[in-house]
């Protein structure tokens, strides 16, 4: 066993990172299309949005917010207080409206419109396990809500209190347990603190040569216990798994207190409680430790961008991929759509690149290929040089077999680089006035032609219900022996009730996933915005079977009530 070589004290909860309270990431971060020529006139055929600078929307004003005051009494905040100390238990209203939603489009339309009908009481930031054990029995014995909170990503509701809550509501912050303790190189196994926020968590792992390898898109402002909390998948879960596949021990302090579930390979041991815990959305419980499997460094690591005629040629090469013996980090696909909007978020290319790239088209269509077909695809792969180059090459077979090319590394890096900025892009067509949203689902290799036909069919029909031109693109990723992801993009400029159109389409997709055979959210979880087609997913019985869970082990409704099933 190690401790990591970059042991630090506890943090305090001035010392805690958020993003803005108005939209995604931090101060002065943001999208910016000046230097991408294609982006302006992709936008307005894609939308019918002209951008102009002079239209875009200010800042949000705080002051301008009219926040409801604190419910906390001064006793419970005193009581508190003695528990983790003054300083680290805050009522503010800039604190208090950070931690009132995630960042989801519907809540930051909401926040920037100041709808603000509930918000936590106070916030509380434990410095550790036992701390986090006081507050949550003193907030039981009070009969207050807690709401666990990690870095405020989440894009399915489950981080809001409810409108009609009477009771004291508690945001407990776990920003300060933020560290990765211990390190067992036998097993690959670290201890890490649930508050530890992605890139934290890895530059922590990577001192000592290792890597969790889970790279959600929100994993620059995303914690590892937000990450169990909502079954969460990064982008090369193709090598490393989901998060389910990488937890092997938890910690969850409960009011009687704490549910441990022992790192062991695998257990007979009756219903899996660490499944149970693995996407409950605090509704088990505040995790507040994970085991999680680690792997070393790979010696070699790199992704090589494809281009397909077409999905179909796409998705069997896929397919093939996940039912051979490769292993690649990450196998994706864009479809037409979404092959067109990322290349017209590309800089403009000069000189050799510029070149480059009007021969490589030039050349496809002496192929044959319709250029508004194609298909952008990226393959990665990780390991020793012998082993990723042993697997590039099956891989390049089955593209070429499937009627694919392969670009390099060039595509492959840029894509590395911008993975995580799609949620500034969001936040831009916002500031224009216009939706850009996600929803991702997850089916069988028989039922992914059949999902992305109805969502497309689904999206359409809901744009012509609003009246707004919409569009609608999307990719596969994360694959299995059995299916894959797929996972939408839809965007169209706002009318006159923004809540309202928004509501027509995302209801009109996420009904299209489960009539074709698809699952409400493959790593997005429930919350409240999925929560209406969760029957239609695991059956009536199934919803039984989790209410019932949620109703014994939490009878007074405490923890994070109303989420995933009401």
């Known amino acids: ?20 309270w108005w939209g995604w990431g931090v101060e002065g971060v943001g999208f910016h299309h000046e230097d991408k020529p294609g982006f302006a006139p992709f936008v307005q055929k894609a939308v019918g949005l002209e951008l102009r600078a002079s239209e875009r929307t200010e ?35 800039m604190s208090r409206v950070v931690h009132t939603y995630g960042k989801s489009l519907r809540d930051l339309v909401r926040i920037r419109a100041g709808r603000l009908p509930r918000t936590p009481d106070v916030i509380v930031y434990p410095a550790d396990e036992a701390e986090v054990q006081r507050v949550v029995v003193a907030a039981v014995e009070a009969d207050a809500v807690i709401i666990p909170f990690g870095g405020g990503s ?133 995790i507040t430790e994970v085991t999680a499997q680690v792997h070393r ?52 290319a000069k000189g050799i690149k510029k070149t480059a790239q009007a021969g490589l088209m030039a050349y496809l269509r002496k192929r044959g290929w319709n250029l508004d077909d194609i298909c952008l695809s990226f393959i990665g792969f990780e390991g020793g040089k012998a082993h990723a180059k042993r697997q590039k090459s099956i891989v390049d077979r089955i593209v070429r077999k ?23 892009i969001r936040d831009f067509l916002l500031d224009h006035g216009a939706a850009g949203d996600v929803s991702e689902t997850a089916g069988p290799w028989s039922k992914l032609r059949g999902i992305h036909a109805a969502v497309y069919t689904a999206a359409d029909r809901a744009y012509e219900e609003i009246g707004r031109k919409g569009w609608t693109m999307s990719h596969m990723s994360h694959s299995y022996h059995s299916g894959a992801c797929l996972y939408f993009t839809f965007a169209f400029v706002f009318g006159d009730d923004p809540l309202g159109e928004y509501d027509t389409v995302k209801r009109a997709i996420q009904q299209a ?16 915005e999925h929560a209406p ?34």
């Open 402 to 424: 499937h009627h694919g090319i392969g670009v390099g590394k060039g595509p492959g890096a840029l894509y590395d680089q911008k993975k995580f900025d799609t949620p500034y």
């Open 297 to 348: 460094l790979p010696e070699e690591r790199g992704i090589y961008a494809y281009f397909f005629k077409n999905l179909d040629h796409g998705l069997a090469a896929m397919q093939e991929i996940a039912e051979s013996d490769v292993s690649p980090s990450v196998t994706r696909i864009s479809d037409a759509h979404e092959t067109g909007f990322s290349l017209a978020t590309s800089k403009e």
């Open 1 to 20: 066993m190690t401790e990591p070589a970059n042991r630090t004290g506890a943090l305090r909860a001035s010392d805690v990172r958020h993003m803005k």
């Open 533 to 566: 087609w969760l029957e239609e997913d695991i059956s009536t019985q199934g919803v039984e079977v989790m209410s019932g869970l949620f109703d014994v082990v939490d009878p007074g409704g405490n923890f994070n009530p109303r989420k995933i099933v009401v």
């Open 513 to 528: 996933f489960v009539d074709a055979g698809g699952t409400i959210s493959h790593h997005h979880g429930v919350g409240l």
């Open 59 to 93: 800042r949000p004003d705080f002051s301008e917010l009219k926040v409801p005051a604190s419910g906390a009494s001064e006793e419970f905040v005193t009581l508190l207080g003695g528990i983790v100390g003054a300083e680290n238990v805050v009522v503010d209203d």
């Open 154 to 286: 989440n894009i399915a509701g489950s981080l809001e209190p409810h409108t009609y809550e009477s009771r004291t509501v508690v945001s407990l912050d776990l920003g300060r347990l933020n560290r990765v303790l211990e390190i067992d190189a036998d097993s690959g196994l670290a201890r890490i603190q649930a508050g530890a926020q992605g890139p934290d968590l890895e530059a922590q792992l990577n001192r000592d040569g290792w890597t969790m390898g889970h790279f959600p898109d929100s994993f620059t402002h995303s914690t590892l216990g937000g990450w169990v909390a909502t079954r969460s998948s990064g982008m090369q879960s193709d090598k490393y798994g989901d998060i389910a596949d990488i937890v092997k021990g938890l910690r969850v302090v409960r009011t009687g207190g704490v549910l441990v579930i022992r790192a062991v390979p695998s257990a007979s041991t009756g219903p899996s409680v660490r499944e149970m815990v693995v996407g409950s959305e605090g509704r088990l419980g505040v």
